[in-house]
């Protein structure tokens, strides 16, 4: 009895598709919900440092007099407090995990627009500066 | 009397997934006594508390222990609730149940799959696990974390979960419930396993008692404690039995695992029918002034955090008291007198999880 039922666990084992996810071949599961990491645009972002008291891992650095936002990727946890707290909507949360990183760092720096009275910067600051 | 001699256990050890050494002495093949140490993953959490704002530091309880994470930030937020006075809506108070739940299932899949690792059955710890993607999948796609949720907020929850997910995450887990029995059946009725687990590493109830042990440990020694009885957030809107063996051997601490799964299956569903519209969050203005005590049942047992503030933003003292803290003893009076093989068994039975102990 119990060899036949080993029999049918062996057949459904072997003509199922398998229960682990072929990663990276295929791209890992995620939801709309799915904390992946911390995305800024740069053009709504007004400097107010709301985020960096916030943040409960000090990952954010956002410098008021030369207008950058920066944070620490290794160091951001993905709570989402600064997205949920962000006054402009500038951060939001990328459901996309990052990839491992290879070297020292994880820091990205963001050239931001400041308060609203004074003039946009331009887009092309908005790339990542590497440190 | 022959020779005694010590054996080190630990701290890194193949049936250990986190850091605990027991210096084993041995006479023959007897354990005859033992010295349990920690120390090792020591992070200094509970100081923290100084340097953040109480409403950022539920990430960072939240953050104690890898498993039961949800249920640790859910204390600590029910203890500045308490001394804030907050009345939190039912909604997120039912929301909360439901995740405790999740992580209370999720928690004993895992460490079924660990157990049955330990006694080489490996193909029972790959199945345990497979089972277990299927609640960190609703996790993950209810809360946005697999396993640190991050969801629990001083005041109620920050994500709701639309009627028909709920319906959806009920029907998988009724969908689930058959395949568990599956795996339950190997723990409770194979063979080889019982010959493994009968009768081996012996508390008796006075002893359990005695030496606080706490969860599953006293359940399966037939100390009927379970903090969910007290009624914290919705358990006390929920009709539920806690689960206890009286045996207080391996295998009644495990058929207390695998008991409980079902009946947080249960509370889910209950909690799916019942749970009330509304808001899931509230406003929270002020700053905690007072201490409390806050108690919760974790999976593997109760969890005291206690918390002192003085009416400023950050938290005066911070303590947290861990199941598995209040375990080890037991575990020394357990293992007294088994044999040197039965020992990764046994440890193992007090689901173990030494990142929460020291914090």
């Known amino acids: 009895m119990s060899f036949f039922q080993m029999t049918k666990t062996v057949l459904k084992n072997l003509f199922s598709r398998p229960a682990t996810l072929m990663y990276p071949v295929k791209p890992a599961k995620k939801t709309d919900a799915t904390r992946g990491h911390v995305k800024i645009d740069p053009t709504k972002c007004i400097t107010c440092r709301i985020c960096q008291r916030k943040c409960p891992t000090q990952a954010i650095c956002v410098d008021v007099k030369e207008k950058t936002w920066e944070i620490d990727q290794m160091r951001c946890v993905v709570c989402a407090v600064c997205v949920d707290t962000c006054p402009t909507k500038s951060l939001t949360m990328d459901n996309q995990y990052r990839p491992a990183m290879t070297t020292r760092g994880g820091l990205e720096k963001f050239t931001v627009a400041g308060p609203k009275k004074k003039e946009p910067v331009v887009a092309d600051a908005a790339k990542p500066a590497k440190e | 009397m022959s020779k005694q001699i010590t054996v080190p256990f630990g701290p890194q050890h193949p049936v250990l997934p986190e850091p605990l050494h027991l210096d084993l002495v041995?006479?023959?093949?007897?354990?005859?006594?033992?010295?349990?140490?920690?120390?090792?993953?020591?992070?200094?959490?509970?100081?923290?508390?100084?340097?953040?704002?109480?409403?950022?530091?539920?990430?960072?309880?939240?953050?104690?222990?890898?498993?039961?994470?949800?249920?640790?930030?859910?204390?600590?937020?029910?203890?500045?609730?308490?001394?804030?006075?907050?009345?939190?809506?039912?909604?997120?108070?039912?929301?909360?149940?439901i995740w405790s739940e999740y992580s209370r299932l999720h928690s004993h899949l895992l460490w079924l799959g660990l157990f049955a690792d330990s006694m080489g059955f490996e193909s029972v710890f790959m199945n345990a696990w497979r089972l277990r993607e299927h609640i960190l999948d609703d996790l993950e796609a209810t809360t946005g974390g697999r396993v640190i949720q991050g969801v629990c907020k001083v005041g109620g929850v920050r994500r709701d979960i639309s009627p028909e997910k709920l319906d959806e995450m009920v029907r998988g887990l009724k969908g689930m419930e058959h395949e568990l029995q599956d795996l339950s059946k190997v723990f409770l009725h194979d063979n080889s396993i019982q010959h493994r687990l009968r009768g081996i590493g012996v508390l008796s109830k006075e002893d359990a008692y005695q030496l606080g042990a706490v969860g599953p440990s006293a359940r399966g020694s037939g100390v009927a404690i379970d903090i969910r009885e007290t009624g914290y957030a919705a358990f006390g809107k929920i009709n539920f039995k806690p689960v206890v063996e009286y045996e207080g051997d391996c295998y009644a601490r495990c058929a207390v695992r695998v008991k409980e799964m079902f009946t947080s299956i249960d509370i889910i569903e209950q909690c799916a029918k019942k749970i009330p519209d509304g808001p899931v969050d509230m406003k929270v203005t002020g700053a905690p002034d007072g201490e409390y005590f806050s108690r919760a049942e974790q999976p593997r047992g109760e969890v005291i955090h206690y918390i002192k503030g003085n009416g400023k933003k950050n938290l005066v003292r911070h303590r947290v008291r861990t199941p598995t803290f209040t375990n080890i003893p037991p575990l020394v009076t357990l293992l007294k007198g088994c044999d040197l093989a039965d020992v990764p068994v046994i440890v193992l039975t007090i689901d173990p999880c030494i990142g929460c102990a020291e914090r």
Not at chain 2, 43 to 65: D, N, P, Q, S, W
């Open chain 2, 26 to 97: 041995l006479e023959d093949e007897k354990v005859v006594d033992v010295i349990p140490t920690i120390g090792y993953v020591h992070r200094g959490l509970e100081k923290l508390v100084e340097k953040r704002e109480f409403t950022e530091y539920v990430f960072i309880a939240e953050r104690i222990c890898g498993i039961c994470s949800f249920i640790h930030s859910q204390t600590y937020v029910q203890g500045i609730e308490q001394i804030m006075g907050l009345e939190v809506p039912e909604r997120a108070q039912y929301l909360r149940t």
